[in-house]
């Protein structure tokens, strides 16, 4: 947890962000749980400094069972370490998003909306969807992708290399 605990140190930022983190969820499936999981992220957000009071966070989950269980343990912590922040969610869950004939498959509010490919390439690799895509839209700012493709892809290596990547942009954004 000490990596997590250093991310949201790093991300006291005072000027307009999105984050669109792409985490393959499987790469840390055996160092955490949904529950720790969605407490980690909780308390990211609660840490990023911002000029709005309204966050919307879009998370994807192979079905609403876990969409509604990440949902409640998300918005449990998130509201305890917020610090008043409005927090607004869009819990998605779909079968078949390969099926789908639209090409957007989250839509956080008018001005911004997901492209469907992230999700497109996770399912195409058969890989679990809980918490394949976290982002963390401030309102009316466009979307930008920290986070490569290789974050969707199979192994932890990716995940750790990609995630240090992550850390190390805050670091330049904050000096």
Same mark, same amino acid.
């Given at each position: ?18 984050l ?9 499936? !055996?160092? #955490?749980?949904?529950? %720790? ?7 990211? +957000?609660?840490? $990023?400094?911002? &000029? ?50 639209? !090409?957007? #498959?989250?839509?956080? %509010?008018?001005n ?5 490919? +992230?999700?497109? $390439?996770?399912? &195409? ?42 850390i190390?942009i ?6």
């Open positions: 947890m000490k990596i997590f605990a250093n991310l949201v140190e790093m991300l006291k930022l005072r000027t307009y962000i999105l669109f983190l792409s985490i393959q969820f499987v790469a840390v499936a !055996n160092r #955490l749980q949904d529950d %720790d999981y969605a407490r980690v992220m909780a308390m990211v +957000i609660s840490q $990023i400094k911002h &000029s709005h009071t309204k966050l919307q966070i879009g998370i994807v989950c192979r079905d609403e069972l876990r969409a509604k269980n990440f949902q409640r343990i998300f918005k449990k912590n998130a509201k305890i370490s917020s610090a008043g922040k409005k927090i607004s969610f869009d819990m998605i869950w779909e079968k078949n998003p390969l099926k789908s004939k639209s !090409n957007i #498959l989250i839509q956080l %509010d008018s911004i909306s997901l492209p469907k490919q +992230i999700f497109s $390439i996770a399912t &195409s690799k058969k890989m679990v969807l809980d918490g394949a895509c976290l982002g963390i839209v401030l309102k009316n700012t466009s979307p930008t992708i920290i986070a490569n493709r290789d974050s969707l892809l199979n192994s932890r290596t990716h995940f750790d290399s990609t995630f240090l990547r992550f190390n805050l670091k330049r954004r904050k000096q």
